[in-house]
T-cell receptor, first 115, second 115 residues
Framework: DQQVKQNSPSLSVQEGRISILNCDYT??????FLWYKKYPAEGPTFLIS?????DKNEDGRFTVFLNKSAKHLSLHIVPSQPGDSAVYFC??????????????FGKGTKLSVKP | DTAVSQTPKYLVTQMGNDKSIKCEQN?????MYWYKQDSKKFLKIMFS???????INETVPNRFSPKSPDKAHLNLHINSLELGDSAVYFC??????????????FGPGTRLTVT
């Protein structure tokens, strides 16, 4: 039972254009969403996050949009650069009432930015 | 300076053996985690641990046990290794809830191959 879904396994974009990565979730109790970027043979690296009380968060070329009614979030990268080529994981977390919030990850989308 | 480090990077062993993977973080974080990325690329939480509590994902076999000699280390011990244990194992750490409660920092991963 996948609570976090990334339905596109791959995405190819031309350098300079916009990359849009999508993520859907099923658990309405999720209160925090994160995007991670992963290069081959490395661990995931935190990219950007958004709280469920917001609908947008921007950090440089990266913007995350959250649509709670649709249980959907997206990551926009503008402009895309070849160095952005990586696997992008969407993750969600729910407050367990303690000090840890375990992350539930999607399967990832492999982004290829072509020069 | 590596924030979260894991050793070894690669581990090849035979079925039935017992092995350990070490993890160290120099971020001063309070909570550490172990994740498993299987052949289908899903990244799933196995354990989260701080000095207060250990939370175990109930789907993890009891052959897997985390051991924390101190706050900066969380090692993963695996007994009686099975073929299905072959995967990439990631260690991660995070600070206790603050402005960004669920931002986790990952190690580079350990690729375990059981033959």
């Amino acid at each position: 039972d996948q609570q976090v879904k990334q339905n596109s396994p791959s995405l190819s974009v031309q350098e300079g254009r916009i990359s849009i990565l999508n993520c859907d979730y099923t658990n309405s109790m999720f209160d925090y969403f994160l995007w991670y970027k992963k290069y081959p043979a490395e661990g995931p690296t935190f990219l950007i996050s958004i709280s469920s009380i917001k609908d947008k968060n921007e950090d440089g070329r990266f913007t995350v949009f959250l649509n709670k009614s649709a249980k959907h979030l997206s990551l926009h990268i503008v402009p895309s650069q070849p160095g952005d080529s990586a696997v992008y994981f969407c993750a969600a977390s729910v407050d367990l009432g303690g000090s840890q919030g375990n992350l539930i990850f999607g399967k990832g989308t492999k982004l290829s930015v072509k020069p | 300076d590596t924030a979260v480090s894991q050793t070894p990077k690669y581990l090849v062993t035979q079925m039935g053996n017992d092995k350990s993977i070490k993890c160290e973080q120099n971020l001063g974080h309070d909570t550490m985690y172990w994740y498993k990325q299987d052949s289908k690329k899903f990244l799933k939480i196995m354990f989260s641990y701080n000095n207060k509590e250990l939370i175990i994902n109930e789907t993890v076999p009891n052959r897997f046990s985390p051991k924390s000699p101190d706050k900066a280390h969380l090692n993963l011990h695996i007994n009686s290794l099975e073929l299905g244990d072959s995967a990439v194992y990631f260690c991660a750490s995070s600070q206790d809830p603050g402005d960004r409660p669920y931002e986790q920092y990952f190690g580079p991963g350990t690729r375990l191959t059981v033959t």
